[in-house]
């Protein structure tokens, strides 16, 4: 019986969030060590799900490791990378010889001692296992695509959705992959191209635009014979690492020019449509008015440039100030991550007075706070389990929760920073935005996936924050240049 180390270490950074990525942050969305790591997984439409029922299916014998994954915030910590990556590194060591590991990465992490994290990660494990076994991963869609990633890996098998849908098919397809090196003597040749595109990530969503039309086209590549598996990455500029943004990455059986030809192919087109890399988007005040004078609902208003997801604090307050100004209407906020107010909030308790400042306190990148006097409608330990389609099955916790109803806005507030993408989160404490006028989402696109079904419209919003797609408000001091959209090209 073939054995298969697995493992994973995620971390989506955004160089120009304060937050230090410490150990804690990881520890707070819960370490996955050995038997943890397959209760956590198994089941669960993620790439470890993935990699779980593969290994059911082809008769290996999965060695779990180490699963890490923090929810995006600022630079990982020295200390942090260190440990986790020792504790991968000798949890695969420890596990006698394997035939091969199966890595679940992001892509996009940075930490304080390693800007290409990813690629120390995949180097570190292959010297730990030698040139022989095959080390294959999955990567997020927002990967930075360097070098060393595919030089030191076997095969790297990107999402192909955002919002992320696909990661259990992801993880299938590299365990499919492995099969093939392991068995078929399949013979991998890699290449990556970065055009000089560094998109925001809110117009590279797939479903639309200029994305869509490159995926396409990457499947269409992907069907030639000969072709094992062509990924179009959206990057993420906010990493701010030399290789940040658009990559094109193809592996074909033995076929350099090929992988070659595809790349140039890709890259040739995102260069004659990267005029289309816009987010059409509306100012907050604006924003709300239009939300109310709109004949269907409920109304998503995306703060996108506050999305905790992408690395921003999350308790932006742009579109709260709005919401106030015209007398709190019948809106839910899904969430504002304050430990404080959440702590106040439970001291009024259920039925209480709250009284206190709300959000814009974590940075100021991301509005003032705002004084609110409301009712505390309940109170919860945040525990949910997602509904899909992203993370079906995966739970997930908000912190201490609690919903504060000002005017006819619900706002919800919380301990854990994390990103809004499923409405399974708001109503686990009683709040149905299917119902509402108005809901306010902490998500760039992700919310996309199970959100649009129900929305009756949605309104991309221009407010303040780490991860606004203006990229004019940001100074990159790694991203290479020039580089489109933030130079003129
Ligand atoms: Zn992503």
Redesign the pocket.
Known sequence: MKRIAIGQISH?TNAFSPIPTDISRFEQRGLGRGDELMEMFEGTRTPLGGFLDACGEFGWKPVATLAAAAVPSGLVTGDAFDQLLGELVEGIRNSGSVDGVLLALHGAMVAENAPDAEGEIIAAVRGAVGAEVPVVCTL???ANMTDLMVSESTGLFGYNT?P?VDGYERGLEAASFMKDVLGAGTNPVTRLLRPPIAPAVVPARTGWGPMKDLMERAFEWEEREGVVNVSAYGGFVYSDIDEAGLAFLATTDGDAELATRIVEDLAGRAWEIREDFVADMMEPETAVKAALESGSAPVVLADVADNTGGGASGDGTAILHALAEIGWPDAAVVTIPDPEATRLAFQAGVGGVFEGSVGGKIDDAHGSPIEVSGRVRLLSDGEFVHRGPMSTGLKSGMGKTAVIRVGETDIIVNENRFQPVDPAAPRSVGVDPAHKKIVVLKSAVHYRASYEPMAGKIIEVDGPGLSSPNLDRFQFANLRRPVFPVDDM
């Open positions: 989506e997020d869609y927002h955002y992320h």
